[in-house]
């Protein structure tokens, strides 16, 4: 079955530096890849998302690339903020709603 | 539109008890999800079913687990004999389409269950 890995588990910015955050998956027949933000004691949050028929996507601060040859997509987040700070989680599906998330990547922002 | 509306938000069960969680999906999906979160871990799938039937249960544990979502009600998630790895947050998800790629999840709070 699909296996998604995601590094790093732990990401430090200062406030307005950039984050990366990034995912292999395993299985080339993916072809959906969101990417969730979760805050403490919250519920996981989609905040953007990728289809294998396009390359990247921007959403204000926020940008996903995804590279099928290599099987990588990556998250960027420009001018991070403190609200930024949470775990973010990517995942992976076949064309179907069954997502295969990542680890996790707890983000620290400091003001 | 309410949302994914999950319950109990919370839970405390004794080692050998029954717990059950519930899980209502958006106004107009019929597709739900469910999985687990242990502390300071990701999201691993369990189970994915359809109004009165189970798609994909791959991640269920063969014991203990079962799920069901019923042609009126809420999808329930049944963990027997409950053990204190069970301890999780379990989060439900819902969305409208299957295996057409526009599958958007939509998670609910999430049920914590602490195992004593």
């Known amino acids: 079955g699909e296996n998604v890995e995601q590094h790093p588990s732990t990401l430090s910015v200062q406030e307005g530096d950039s984050a990366v955050i990034k995912c292999t998956y395993s299985d080339s027949a993916s072809n959906y890849f969101p990417w969730y933000k979760q805050e403490l004691g919250k519920r996981p949050q989609l905040i953007i998302d990728i289809r294998s028929n396009v390359g990247e996507k921007k959403d204000q601060r926020i940008a996903v690339t995804l590279n099928k040859t290599a099987k990588h997509f990556s998250l960027h987040i420009t001018e991070t903020q403190p609200e930024d700070s949470a775990v973010y989680f990517c995942?992976?599906?076949?064309?179907?709603?069954?997502?295969?998330f990542g680890t996790g990547t707890r983000l620290q922002v400091f003001p | 539109n309410a949302g994914v509306m999950q319950n109990p938000r919370h839970l405390v069960r004794r080692r050998g008890q029954e717990a059950r969680l519930r899980c209502s999906p958006m106004?107009?999906?019929?597709?739900v999800y469910w999985y687990r979160q242990l502390p300071e871990e990701g999201l691993k799938f369990m189970v994915y079913l359809q109004k009165e039937n189970i798609i994909d249960e791959s991640g269920m544990p063969k014991e203990r687990f079962s799920a069901e979502f019923p042609k009126e009600g809420p999808s329930i998630l049944r963990i027997q004999q409950v053990v204190r790895g069970d301890s999780a947050a379990y989060f439900c998800a819902s969305s409208s389409t299957g295996g057409s790629g526009a599958n958007v999840l939509t998670f609910g709070a999430g049920s914590r269950l602490t195992v004593l």
């Open positions: 995942a992976a599906s076949i064309n179907t709603d069954k997502l295969i």
């Open positions: 106004k107009g999906h019929s597709h």
